[in-house]
């Protein structure tokens, strides 16, 4: 976690950490401590900071890109992020800039990517890598198994549900980004 890049995005915007705090509605000990990279967020969290600061979820993590215009993301240096009951959690296989963003998600039995479907500004593509998942669409439920994908405006309220007793893996592919 980049608490530099969450204090640069705020500062430019003109907001104080009780500005911040105030309309993400979390404490500002939290997001100081973020900040000075004491702490690290919980998923939810870093959706409502990315919210009130208009950026896609990951570009809290942005790094500079190097190579002319090519980006390799060894594994060792991916982005990893969870949920606050880790129900779920991300690997980010692209680079963090651009108008692609590419995830592999690990969804344990019983949990959901969200408590509640919602939406954002995006396209969004699900394969199923291992397991099964159950994509909840604009209150409708498409199952997928291993090999199936699932293709969606994510403007329209949405969430995943393992409902197996097995962790599901996937792929997440959507743009632009903008968790």
């Not at 880790?86 to 959901?112: C, F, M, N, W």
Request: glycine share 8%; net charge negative; charged share 25%.
């Amino acid at each position: 976690m980049n608490g530099f890049r969450i204090r640069e995005l705020r500062a430019h915007r003109g907001m104080t950490i009780s500005e911040l705090a105030l309309a993400t509605e979390v404490s500002a000990g939290l997001i100081s401590q973020v900040e000075r990279g004491r702490t690290d967020p919980s998923l939810e969290t870093l959706r409502k900071i990315s919210r009130v600061l208009d950026v896609p979820l990951f570009e809290l993590f942005e790094q500079e890109p190097e190579g002319g215009g090519v980006a390799v993301v060894r594994k060792d240096h991916q982005v990893r992020i969870s949920s606050p009951t880790a129900d779920i959690t991300y690997a980010r296989h692209s680079a963090g800039h651009g108008q692609l963003e590419v995830l592999r998600g690990s969804l344990k039995p019983g949990g959901t990517s969200s408590a509640q479907p919602w939406s954002h500004p995006a396209e969004e593509c699900i394969v199923v890598i291992e397991g099964a998942l159950v994509a909840e669409v604009q209150g409708k439920r498409y199952s997928l198994a291993e090999g199936d994908s699932c293709h969606f405006n994510s403007k329209l309220p949405h969430r995943l549900v393992n409902e197996g007793d097995t962790i599901a893996t996937f792929i997440l592919a959507a743009t632009p980004p903008s968790y």
